[in-house]
């Protein structure tokens, strides 16, 4: 079965509601009968969120270490050290409210504000431990209360609104649309709550511990050496900006290095601007994408066949790639699907396959294999007649779908009247990209390659045999594509009861030929007798963009970014081929 997910519900939520209602129907499976899940995301949602928790928590521990270390102050380190846990977690609050959850984008939009929200705290604590520092060396005249409220308020305001200008940066990002606008706002979101609650804790709670956190005078107890531990952690020594034991090491490498910017000041400019240009061309060879790649821990294997494939042989090819995958050392569980599935969600033809390759842990994977390499040998390994591959994340290729109706990470949409003319169109634009570097498959729909059996009624003939259209149709139908006729009933189950030829007498169309058709006399006439059965091709499926018909190509691509591959591409086929009056082409894809 699959499990559909209404639009805007949390995913990990209703997986976990799937799952329970899973364990509930489970003790009353017949013997034998066991449901296996082919394909669960929670499993990528929650390592993905762990694995920012992790980056966040180290984040936390690297930017508190920094501040103790430069500060070289336990008191006033105190103040942004507390204040960046606390921003984050009220940050949840608005969160919450606003309906924000936690995902990857949102946890870091709080992950890259990290280093920001802190400032306004360092700011305040740094201008507070100078004003100090120059009273305890001036012979501490006056109060040194009111000389560190007085250093709190000469930088409070200007630490609030900097703080808020930060935040402000983020808000044309929610004039995104779209995918992209539900893809960036929560990270926005974040950003934007943290920075703004940063800035409220500026003018409230860091004030407010730093007055509580601040002492001049030391401690006096015994025994003396628990007392200077003691004094140390609770009031610590106000160093001389000369004298501070890391500002002294850090003297020592930039005085040099500044001196000699400004003896040489012509010369550092221009030094500047070539460094500036050089890196010019590294610049355009920059790939472009619009999202980096995501490793999923699952493929997605979809080839691609001609139309005109029969049932039967479109399983056996099926099961015998089923088969292939799984003999992988790499792959846990293989599940694929051809055409589509019972929901008005998947209109796939039979061409179309899906197959879900779950992945084992990377710890049970052959030493040195990558990602990469290993789609790299399925790749070859799954070489058909007929048949172009395709590898794509689940994730992602749901949101390429969404997004532009291509299954693949580029795709070309031929536009135009005539399907015959787009699928020589199609073939033309495969020819003319294939051997561009980059391109691991090529496949332009054949839009017009489908096989269809016409059985054309011959009027004359059955008015001779007296035999109405509507009577030959009936036979047609109950014979070829079967009719139900009754309905059995088992208790409380209910099951149609369907009667047509068995397959052995209408799997050739001269077998059809000999399906009896019955006169109005009782006499047997075969079907040939009656109507004209031939072989006709036409489009599997018709598709139709903005008012006119199409055709897709998709290519795969591999080790090359989308970006500098379109450009190509489309340098390609400008040179090879050439677009009839009425026809257009629409390049998709995430670049």
Known sequence: GIVVMRSGENALSVIERVKT?????????????????TYDRSG??????????????????????????FLWHIPSAIVPIVTIPVAVLLAFIPMYLLGVTSNIMSIAGIAISIGV????????????????????HGGR???????????????????FFSLLVVAVAFLPIFTLVDQEGRLFKPLAYTKNLTMGIAALLAITLDPAMRMLFTRMDPFSFRPRFLARMWNAVAV????????????????????????????????????????????????????REFMPPLDEGTLLYMPITFPGVSVTEMEKLLQTM?????????????????????????????????????????????????????????????QFPGVTNAFVMPIRNRIDMLATGIRTPVGIKVFGPDLKVIERLGVAIEFAVRDIKGTRSVFAERTSGGYFLDIDLDRNALARYGISIRQAESVIQTAVGGEPLTTTIEGRERYG????YPREL?????????????TSTGAQVPLSQVATITRAEGPSMIRDENGLLAGYVFIDIAERDIGSWVEEAKQAVARHVTLPTGYALQWSGQY
């Open 21 to 37: 209602k899973i364990e509930e129907i489970r003790g009353s499976l017949p013997e034998g009968v066991e449901l296996v899940p």
């Open 44 to 69: 990528l949602i929650t390592e993905s969120i762990a694995t920012l928790k992790r980056e966040l928590i180290a984040a936390l521990i690297v930017v508190s270490l920094v501040i103790l270390l």
């Open 117 to 136: 929200l802190v400032d306004g705290a360092i700011v305040e604590v740094e201008n507070a431990y100078k004003k100090l520092e120059l009273w305890h």
């Open 141 to 159: 005249k006056g109060d040194f209360h009111a000389i560190r409220l007085a250093a709190l308020q000469e930088v409070g305001p200007a630490v």
């Open 236 to 287: 610590g020594t106000y160093y001389p900006e000369e004298k501070h034991p890391i500002s002294r090491l850090l003297f020592t490498v930039y005085e040099p290095v500044c001196r000699a910017v400004l003896r040489w000041r012509k010369t550092t400019i221009a030094f500047a601007i070539a460094l500036v240009v050089t890196t010019v061309p590294v610049y355009l060879r920059l790939g």
């Open 322 to 382: 089923d088969a292939m995958l799984k003999d992988t050392p790499e792959v846990l569980r293989v599940f694929g699907k051809a055409g589509r599935a019972e929901t008005s969600t998947d209109p796939a033809p039979l061409s179309m396959v899906e197959t879900t390759v779950l992945l084992k842990p990377r710890s049970a994977w052959r030493s040195g294999m990558t990602r990469e390499k290993l789609e790299a040998e399925l790749h070859e390994k799954l």
């Open 497 to 500: 009861v369907a009667v047509r």
């Open 506 to 518: 209408r799997d050739d169309p001269a077998k059809i030929a000999r399906v009896l058709v019955a």
